[in-house]
């Protein structure tokens, strides 16, 4: 696992080599004033550190594009870029999440390209233009299980290298899981990670049979 640096400021991380805000920081509760994510796009959460602990040990290829779903406040789009310099598209339903997303990639000094759409009902050719595609925590109704499954399928019918999904664990991940290994190669793992703090879960890496 990657050393972990603490700040003089408690409402700073430094997690897998960036820096996040916490909700407490002044800048996020200012932001909060102005701006408020409604579909769940609160804070950092947990699935985003899974999936940068995941990259860390399983990296994905430099100045690669990666497409990144459900991106929220985009720890894991950020980390993305910075680490891998790579080309990274965030894809949210809720443009509220993006002032909070800017923040992030400027205090890191990256650019990520920010788009307002349903990830669910990304057409195969836009979905076909990145090598990878992340998602953090994004199948959490049982209404998201089936448009994801067609969505994977797309994405890998328009050339998609690799598509990783970090969740907690639950009932609806496993679906999801168990209904794209009848097309693709899935492999299906627990994971955790220690930055800031010990988050648990399970991350599914999706490739082409």
Known sequence: MPKLQRLPDPNVDYVYGIFLLTEKHKLIRALKKIHQPSVHGTRTWGSAFLTMDYLTHNPISKGCSVLDLGCGWGGASVFCAHKFKAQVTAVDLDPAVFPFLN?????NSVEVKTRKADFTKLKGPDLGQNQVILGSDICFWDSLVEPLVKMV?????????????????????????????????????????????????????????
């Open 153 to 209: 399928n797309r994405a890998i019918n328009n050339g998609v290298e690799r598509i990783i999904i970090a969740d907690p664990g639950r009932p609806t991940f496993y679906e999801f899981c168990d209904k794209v290994s009848s097309k693709h190669q899935v492999s299906l793992q627990e994971w955790y990670s220690v930055e800031p703090d010990r988050s648990e879960g399970e991350i599914v890496e999706i490739r082409p049979s």
């Open 103 to 107: 923040v992030f990639a400027e205090i």
